[in-house]
């Protein structure tokens, strides 16, 4: 069975060695349920708000996906900003560093319009000058999506997709899809006994993964070691059963 | 005039204009003129000499308008072309001898065949648009104006370095640029030719004439610099292209395009120069132009990269009929060294290349404003501390990235909106808000963080507490509250 994936892949691409270097959110439960044991580095992906509120979330999980990939692979990351999209205001670079992302390494562009970040990702994947690429889009074509796939894959950078709420997905040909929404946090310590706001906490869904299995996490934000954990079992909120229906 | 209606050619024809409360001539054309009548003459005087008169009231607006587009369209022989109107009021549409077109040909003549074929080509092309032209060409600014105007019946001239003194003695004193007062003044006492003027001492002619006469006698001579445009490259970094046939297909004028870069990059390669900003002229057989220019991040001379950049707007270019020439000016150019053998040349510097060449591709297309990095500033206020400012721009006031030990929210609204909350007490925190009509009600917050303003601005505005509150279904906000108890959001958290 191995074999024959790996054939595949080969068939698929022709450039491809076979030793790909995955990234990893830090949690062995997820990486575990992805079809190459971790996140690949040259491929687009998905990233949706449960609700119009849930877009800091959800751009808080990008951050993290980002944050990820230039741990271990440092170089420059592109952002489209599309205010038609999002809605919610322009990314902060203080909330970014506290997140974990250099914001030095951040380039933005600036637009209103979905084809202008479409253009502008494409643009970046084929020019090497970019590690990750990321657009904020309302909508995107199933064409579209495959062009940037295949530019994620020929020039080895990450694209992601940041999308706000919306009932109907479509169809995508990124290899993971993630929809994110916010969860109350579990204040710890001190917090707890002042009644603060404790680390943030997203309830994400991986209800798109390809040759993988989808899944639902609850996950937690640690400021302390700048990453995210799964929503310890030991507070009252247990993870949610995995739901396999749920493919996009 | 007689150019949209030809008709009018073959009769005796004026422009005329009110003057000191009586309508004098502001413009006539060779009949007319040969019939004895002159520029400045009052109208009663001259439907006496010529009862059959064509008359317009002239229109110096539109004149100006038109000429300044012949200097447009003269772009394509020589970067630097001016109506001269901005820098010689004097010599502008009402001065001696009409209106005129100033270029600096200099290294530009080769690109036709040298300076006789360019001036023919010249004169010719404007009277197939339908303009009577004169062309002169002279070491001098003063030279080339005055063989231009005051010179026999050629239509064009071209006065060989050495040769202005020769070439304009036997012109009227006119030819120097002169107000009419002082030419009057000068033809009283017998002098009539710049000839007249060449030898005389130059001491009584000042004491008579002020500086005036000697300044332009000067000039017209060369024995005083008469600077024409502020700096211009010693090799003008132009390319040039005509066609035997209009083009107007896309591919046709990207094809062209390409050429005219890499002739152009060539040039610069000698000289050491990179383009910053360039311009791309098309003119069509009508005498109208359009033109491109995109500009680069960094000197630039590479014909792969640069086209590219053109390439995204090409399809603005309307050929209408066809375009029949074409030329590329690097507009501003910076000294730039040749590349580096690969030796020293790590991967890090590749990718600074190619980061380069995707930033000049965004910006040509997005506009520069709108392709920007971070910006930390030294302040407290959130929305001056950090944000974005555009890539080219350098900021004086920047430091390094600032660590808050307070949370920050990852998106912050720009301005903060105003929202309707309920609080505690007027000082105390927030159990309530609506904000885009939707109620959220807070279950636990941290605060308040007191943001002062900064009383070195002028903009000083009230201090500001916020609060970070997180609502029941977990979303995390940035709340404040100004003196005036108007609760607002600045932020939202991941």
Same mark, same amino acid.
């Given at each position: 069975?191995?074999?024959?994936?790996?054939?595949?892949?080969?068939?698929?691409?022709?450039?491809?060695?076979?030793?790909?270097?995955?990234?990893?959110?830090?949690?062995?439960?997820? =990486?575990?349920?992805?079809?190459?044991?971790?996140?690949?580095?040259?491929?687009?992906?998905?990233?949706?708000? =449960?609700?119009?509120? =849930?877009?800091?979330?959800?751009?808080?999980?990008?951050?993290?996906?980002?944050?990820?990939?230039?741990?271990?692979?440092?170089?420059?990351?592109?952002?489209?900003?599309? =205010?038609?999209?999002?809605?919610?205001?322009?990314?902060?670079?203080?909330?970014?560093?506290?997140?974990?992302?250099?914001?030095?390494?951040?380039?933005?562009?600036?637009?209103?319009?979905?084809?202008?970040?479409?253009?502008?990702?494409?643009?970046?994947?084929?020019?090497?000058?970019?590690?990750?690429?990321?657009?904020?889009?309302?909508?995107?074509?199933?064409?579209?999506?495959?062009?940037?796939?295949?530019?994620?894959?020929?020039?080895?950078?990450?694209?992601?997709?940041?999308?706000?709420?919306?009932?109907?997905?479509?169809?995508?040909?990124?290899?993971?899809?993630?929809?994110?929404?916010?969860?109350?946090?579990?204040?710890?310590?001190?917090?707890?006994?002042?009644?603060?706001?404790?680390?943030?906490?997203?309830?994400?869904?991986?209800?798109?993964?390809?040759?993988?299995?989808?899944?639902?996490?609850?996950?937690?934000?640690?400021?302390?070691?700048?990453?995210?954990?799964?929503?310890?079992?030991?507070?009252?909120?247990?993870?949610?059963?995995?739901?396999?229906?749920?493919?996009? | 005039?007689?150019?949209?209606?030809?008709?009018?050619?073959?009769?005796?024809?004026?422009?005329?204009?009110?003057?000191?409360?009586?309508?004098?001539?502001?413009?006539?054309?060779?009949?007319?003129?040969?019939? +004895?009548?002159?520029?400045?003459?009052?109208?009663?005087?001259?439907?006496?000499?010529?009862?059959?008169?064509?008359?317009?009231?002239?229109?110096?607006?539109?004149?100006?308008?038109? &000429?300044?587009?012949?200097?447009?369209?003269?772009?394509?022989?020589?970067?630097?072309?001016?109506?001269?109107?901005?820098?010689?009021?004097? !010599?502008?549409?009402?001065?001696?001898?009409?209106?005129?077109?100033?270029?600096?040909?200099?290294?530009?003549?080769?690109?036709?065949?040298?300076?006789?074929?360019?001036?023919?080509?010249?004169?010719?092309?404007?009277?197939?648009?339908?303009?009577?032209?004169?062309?002169?060409?002279?070491?001098?600014? +003063?030279?080339?104006? @005055?063989?231009?105007?005051?010179?026999?019946?050629? @239509?064009?001239?071209?006065?060989?370095?050495?040769?202005?003194?020769? @070439?304009?003695?036997?012109?009227?004193?006119?030819?120097?640029?002169?107000?009419?007062?002082?030419?009057?003044?000068?033809?009283?006492?017998?002098?009539?030719?710049?000839?007249?003027? !060449?030898?005389?001492?130059?001491?009584? !002619?000042?004491?008579?004439?002020?500086? *005036?006469?000697? &300044?332009?006698?000067?000039?017209?001579?060369?024995?005083?610099?008469?600077?024409?445009?502020?700096? &211009?490259?010693?090799?003008?970094?132009?390319?040039?292209?005509?066609?035997?046939?209009?083009?107007?297909?896309?591919?046709?004028? @990207?094809?062209?395009?390409?050429?005219?870069?890499?002739?152009?990059?060539?040039?610069?390669?000698?000289?050491?120069?990179?383009?910053?900003?360039?311009?791309?002229?098309?003119?069509?057989?009508?005498?109208?132009?359009?033109?491109?220019?995109? +500009?680069?991040?960094?000197?630039?001379?590479?014909?792969?990269?640069?086209?590219?950049?053109?390439?995204?707007?090409?399809?603005?270019?309307?050929?209408?009929?066809?375009?029949?020439?074409?030329?590329?000016?690097?507009?501003?150019?910076?000294?730039?060294?040749?590349?580096?053998?690969?030796?020293?040349?790590?991967?890090?510097?590749?990718?600074?290349?190619?980061?380069?060449?995707?930033?000049?591709?965004?910006?040509?297309?997005?506009?520069?404003?709108?392709?920007?990095?971070?910006?930390?500033?030294?302040?407290?206020?959130?929305?001056?501390?950090?944000?974005?400012?555009?890539?080219?721009?350098?900021?004086?006031?920047?430091?390094?990235?600032?660590?808050?030990?307070?949370?920050?929210?990852?998106?912050?609204?720009?301005?903060?909106?105003?929202?309707?909350?309920?609080?505690?007490?007027? *000082?105390?925190?927030? /159990?309530?808000?609506?904000?885009?009509?939707?109620?959220?009600?807070?279950?636990?917050?941290?605060?308040?963080?007191?943001?002062?303003?900064?009383?070195?601005?002028?903009?000083?505005?009230?201090?500001?507490?916020?609060?970070?509150?997180?609502?029941?279904?977990?979303?995390?906000?940035? &709340?404040?509250?100004?003196?005036?108890?108007?609760?607002?959001?600045?932020? /939202?958290? +991941?």
């Amino acid at each position: 069975m191995e074999n024959l994936r790996a054939h595949i892949r080969a068939l698929e691409r022709p450039g491809w060695t076979g030793q790909e270097k995955l990234f990893s959110l830090g949690i062995p439960e997820i =990486d575990r349920q992805l079809s190459a044991g971790g996140f690949p580095p040259a491929a687009l992906y998905e990233v949706l708000a =449960d609700q119009p509120i =849930d877009a800091s979330a959800a751009t808080g999980f990008c951050i993290t996906l980002l944050t990820a990939l230039t741990s271990y692979r440092k170089g420059r990351v592109l952002w489209c900003l599309n =205010d038609n999209a999002t809605d919610a205001g322009e990314i902060y670079p203080p909330g970014i560093k506290q997140h974990g992302l250099d914001p030095s390494l951040l380039t933005i562009v600036k637009t209103t319009r979905d084809t202008d970040v479409l253009w502008a990702m494409e643009e970046a994947l084929r020019s090497n000058a970019f590690v990750a690429v990321l657009g904020e889009v309302k909508g995107i074509p199933m064409t579209a999506s495959r062009r940037l796939q295949l530019a994620a894959e020929e020039n080895d950078a990450l694209a992601l997709l940041l999308r706000p709420a919306t009932q109907t997905p479509g169809l995508s040909a990124a290899v993971q899809r993630w929809r994110v929404k916010a969860a109350p946090s579990h204040p710890r310590g001190f917090a707890a006994t002042l009644n603060e706001p404790g680390t943030a906490c997203w309830h994400t869904t991986l209800f798109r993964s390809r040759g993988g299995t989808p899944g639902t996490w609850l996950m937690e934000w640690c400021n302390e070691t700048n990453h995210l954990a799964l929503a310890s079992p030991v507070c009252d909120r247990p993870v949610e059963p995995h739901n396999t229906s749920l493919t996009g | 005039m007689s150019r949209i209606t030809p008709a009018l050619r073959d009769k005796p024809f004026v422009l005329v204009q009110e003057r000191q409360a009586r309508l004098c001539l502001s413009a006539l054309n060779n009949l007319a003129e040969r019939a +004895g009548l002159a520029p400045h003459m009052a109208l009663a005087n001259a439907r006496a000499i010529m009862p059959s008169l064509t008359i317009h009231p002239a229109a110096p607006a539109a004149d100006g308008k038109m &000429l300044a587009q012949l200097a447009q369209w003269c772009g394509r022989y020589s970067p630097w072309t001016s109506t001269g109107t901005e820098n010689d009021p004097e !010599l502008s549409l009402e001065g001696a001898g009409g209106a005129g077109i100033w270029l600096d040909a200099t290294g530009c003549a080769h690109l036709f065949g040298g300076e006789d074929a360019m001036l023919a080509d010249m004169v010719g092309r404007i009277e197939t648009l339908g303009f009577t032209a004169r062309a002169a060409m002279a070491e001098t600014l +003063g030279g080339a104006w @005055a063989v231009a105007r005051f010179s026999s019946n050629d @239509a064009w001239k071209v006065i060989l370095p050495g040769e202005t003194r020769a @070439a304009l003695a036997p012109l009227a004193i006119a030819a120097l640029r002169l107000p009419p007062a002082t030419v009057l003044a000068l033809h009283e006492v017998g002098l009539r030719y710049i000839g007249d003027l !060449l030898d005389m001492p130059r001491g009584p !002619l000042v004491a008579r004439f002020e500086k *005036d006469v000697r &300044l332009r006698l000067d000039a017209a001579l060369g024995r005083t610099a008469e600077p024409l445009s502020p700096i &211009l490259p010693k090799t003008p970094l132009i390319a040039r292209l005509a066609f035997a046939e209009p083009i107007g297909h896309r591919d046709d004028i @990207a094809a062209a395009t390409s050429k005219l870069l890499d002739s152009l990059c060539a040039t610069m390669e000698k000289v050491g120069q990179g383009a910053r900003r360039l311009v791309l002229s098309v003119y069509r057989p009508d005498g109208s132009a359009a033109r491109i220019t995109i +500009g680069t991040a960094r000197a630039n001379r590479e014909p792969q990269h640069l086209l590219r950049l053109f390439a995204e707007h090409l399809d603005e270019i309307d050929p209408e009929f066809g375009i029949d020439e074409m030329t590329l000016v690097a507009a501003t150019a910076e000294p730039m060294t040749a590349d580096q053998s690969n030796l020293q040349r790590g991967a890090t510097a590749q990718s600074t290349d190619s980061y380069n060449a995707v930033i000049d591709r965004l910006t040509n297309r997005l506009g520069s404003r709108n392709v920007r990095r971070t910006h930390f500033r030294e302040s407290h206020i959130p929305e001056r501390a950090a944000g974005f400012i555009p890539i080219g721009k350098i900021h004086p006031i920047q430091t390094d990235q600032r660590d808050t030990d307070t949370p920050r929210p990852l998106r912050l609204l720009r301005p903060a909106e105003q929202v309707e909350a309920v609080a505690e007490s007027t *000082d105390g925190p927030p /159990v309530l808000f609506r904000w885009r009509r939707v109620l959220h009600h807070i279950t636990s917050y941290e605060g308040p963080e007191r943001v002062a303003p900064e009383w070195w601005r002028s903009d000083t505005e009230n201090p500001r507490d916020y609060y970070r509150v997180e609502n029941e279904t977990g979303q995390r906000f940035w &709340l404040y509250r100004n003196s005036e108890t108007s609760w607002f959001l600045h932020g /939202v958290f +991941g």
